[in-house]
């Protein structure tokens, strides 16, 4: 009786404790039959389309995939990811029997964008380090003595203050899980209501309910009271920022990021700062803005021994040296610098809804005094600027400085800042639509399956802006660092359906594929909206609980498993080339929101990666047909040119469902299916409608149990 080896190509779709490496087992024939039949390589579908022909050409070699294209973004509001009792990712099965860690472990994003979108322009950084208590803590004490100055903690010593501020004591070995929200994992929530600058003190404290001993830390902020009294001028769109947990701040965001073993890009406050009533503000000063940058930077990439001075702002805060930041670091137990090389400044200020709108012209000229600033710290670093992903945008109504309109924004900006400027941002939200359609029809889940296609049009139009402009030829870069759809007032079903997984996957796929070509975008990075929160569209979707005492829930949305197929599979394997022929085409016929019309979108595309030591193919193919396209499942013969191996066998992984709108908001239903192993490699696959399959093609050399080895020990 013959045998044939199965092997799991994607690690981590199947029990940690099951699969240390990876899952070999035997399965006899009449088994394996009842597989094959479940996927049909070549059955009962539909054949309308067996013209189409996938044709990949390893000696055509386009480098080395970016690795930097499977990031994510990393909120600081409301995130519950982090367990202060462990200092650590959280560790255990949650409401739903998630467990966060090995859910972003598995996913292993590259690079992590902090603290957030809007969020950046309201954010404080240094309201995350905390401050160490100076004695022990007792409960049911009125004050709290600090180590150091809370300088950025402004509320003056008034008893007849009316606001009852939230602090937060962080003490691993203080917490008790028992009485504590969510199971002590936020740490220990009190009230104040003054600041003693002079005695380092916080006074009229309410609820220390247990003692705490010398290496407590506090921090401002923790839901659901206020951390700081108002954000001034008041906007409701931002108010959600205005009680955030604070227990995941720029500490944690590094510490995560070193043992992911992957890069940080941080965003800078641009709008905001803290007024002499301790309120975040759009009228705080641009020179406090400005230091607040050069001591983040400091923080992350500076030396204790740099007795350069950052300077005094116009509201009187001391921001000290660059040592005394760097000490800070190294006193969390990071003496060497994180070396932090990509930085943002703001978000999206060309948007009314954004804190501190401005103009083109505005925003230039302060970037250039913040990239300037910065780099002041430490040269080597990268500093971008906020683009528009419309080429051509102008920018919402003026804001109030006179500017005269239209000005486009990102020519504006590129022109302003072009000796200043290292790579522009932009964010990529296709389709977005600014009216209310149904989310459940054809006509949207069309425009979505459009949006890759459309994104690559306008970020090469936006690479030629910057060329135009660029006669020096400094090389300027772009960075996505958010990408999704948008769709208007949709909940979280429409958010972060199969539709979205698939068109995460197409919009990665097309930047990687493009990036391989002779004219290449300089594409320096890409990250996902977002790992894990509250918001419609994160991958991990988190739930607050209904008690403090419980963990709260989470999900696994569709999008997650399409990163993870593409991060699993193609990050740091080299490009070859490969080409779709003859595959049917689908037509956008008007535009709508950002998607333009376009007659010939092609259903099927794909892409081939061979690995480093030359003996293993990827072939990642989308077809983007929807269940009311004429014949859906496309039939494609795979044509496999100047391998450096004979394939011998294929391992088929598929992320696929009933419908396009399926989610898993209710309960997990869009997953991957797989792997599955075929030997001999067949000369056809069918791709079913509105799927991505992760095609594995490998030789096989020996039988019996060296070739069990070789699938275990093997890249």
Known sequence: MKYLWLSHPVRGFLSRSLFPWRLSFILPPFLLLVIFMAFSPSGSASRAFAEVIITVDAAQNQGYINPLVFGQNVLFDSNTMWDQRKDTLIDKPDDNNVNVRSMIEDLAPTILRFPGGIGSDVHIWEDGLGIQINNQLLSGDTEISLTDSPQSWRLPNNPNNPYRLKGLLLDPAGINPFTENLSGQLGDRFDYTGVDLVNN??????????????????RIGGRPILGRPNIDPPRDDISQYNNWTNTYGIIEHLKLV???????????????GLDINGRISTDASLSQRLM?????????NGSTSDTRT????????????????????????????????????????????????TTANDYANKFKQFAQQMKYIDPQIKVGAVGHSLPTYKGDDDPGDHEPYPVPWNETVITNTINDLDFLVIHTYYPTIYSQMEYASDAWFKLVMAGATQTWHHLWAIKSIIDNINVNYRNIGLAVTEYGIWPYNGQAEHYSSLARALHDADLLMCLIKKEGNATKLGLLAATNWDLHSTTQGAAIGYSWPSFWTNSGSRKIRPQYYALKMLRQNLAGRQLVQTQVSSSPTFSIDAQVGNIDPNPAIPYLEALGALSNDGRRLILVVINRSLDSFPNPTITGT??????????????????????????????????????VTYAPVPPSFDFEPHSLTIIEFRPIQVGGAINLLMLLYDE
Do not use: M
């Open 201 to 218: 003190k916080l006074t009229g404290v309410t609820d220390i309910t247990e003692d705490h001993s010398l290496g407590a830390k506090v």
């Open 258 to 272: 070193n043992s992911l073993g992957a890069q940080s890009l941080l965003t800078v406050n641009f709008s905001t």
């Open 292 to 300: 607040r940058a050069q001591a983040l930077v400091a923080f992350c």
């Open 310 to 357: 950052l300077g005094t702002d116009n509201e009187g805060r001391d921001w000290k040296t660059v040592g005394y930041w760097a000490g800070q670091r190294t006193a969390i137990g990071y003496p060497e610098p994180f070396g932090v090389l990509y930085w943002e400044v703001g978000n999206e200020l060309f948007f009314r809804s954004e804190t501190g709108h």
């Open 638 to 675: 795979i044509q496999l040119s100047n391998l450096p191996f004979t394939p011998k066998f294929a391992i088929v992984t598929k992320l696929k469902s009933t419908n396009i709108s399926d989610h898993n908001e209710a309960g997990e239903v869009v997953k991957p299916y797989g792997p």
